[in-house]
């Protein structure tokens, strides 16, 4: 499945993303990533900076789901697929590596990367904008600000 304009923008957007895995014994493990971002058409790639159960897990088990939003319009993508980590001697590293590591600026070092193929995208939406569907972002911007007290 290929990455939409729309599902890259809210990649690019979002602050953090949830990656959601599991052990080989069932127990589900949720992680926020701050570095992530899209790769070629149907990947996603983030930086493993302090993740040693994110990375156990998918060593025993690829299945992962990825959740990203805009917290203010409160819309977004959760991502399924199945996920491998990259190590420095793949080839691939290097092109992922650079681009993270702008993202980065060189501040946060890591030594793996996981990637993601997707299988699956499902929109993210807040229940408001279907009990309402009048509402706008606009409007759901400033419920959000006011919730977040921003």
Not at 23 to 40: D, L, M, Q, R, W
Not at 87 to 103: A, G, H, N
Request: with cysteine; hydrophobic share 40%.
């Amino acid at each position: 499945m290929e990455f939409t304009a729309d599902i890259k923008e809210y990649i690019d957007r979002s602050v953090l993303c949830w990656l959601a895995t599991v052990s080989t014994k069932g127990i589900p493990n949720v992680s926020p990533k701050e570095i992530f971002t899209y790769y070629k058409t149907d990947k996603i790639i983030v930086a493993n900076i302090a993740s040693p159960q994110t990375v156990k897990n998918i060593r025993q088990n690829q299945n992962v789901c990825v959740s990203f939003i805009d917290v203010l319009v409160q819309k977004g993508f959760q991502i399924k697929g199945n996920a491998e980590i990259v190590e420095r001697t793949d080839s691939e590293f290097v092109e992922m590596e650079k681009i993270l590591t702008k993202m980065t600026h060189g501040n946060f070092p890591f030594a793996t990367i996981t990637k993601i193929t997707v299988n699956r995208i499902k929109p993210i939406i807040a229940p408001k904008y279907i009990l309402f569907p009048e509402t706008t972002e606009t409007e759901q911007v400033e419920s959000a600000k006011k919730a977040y007290r921003l």
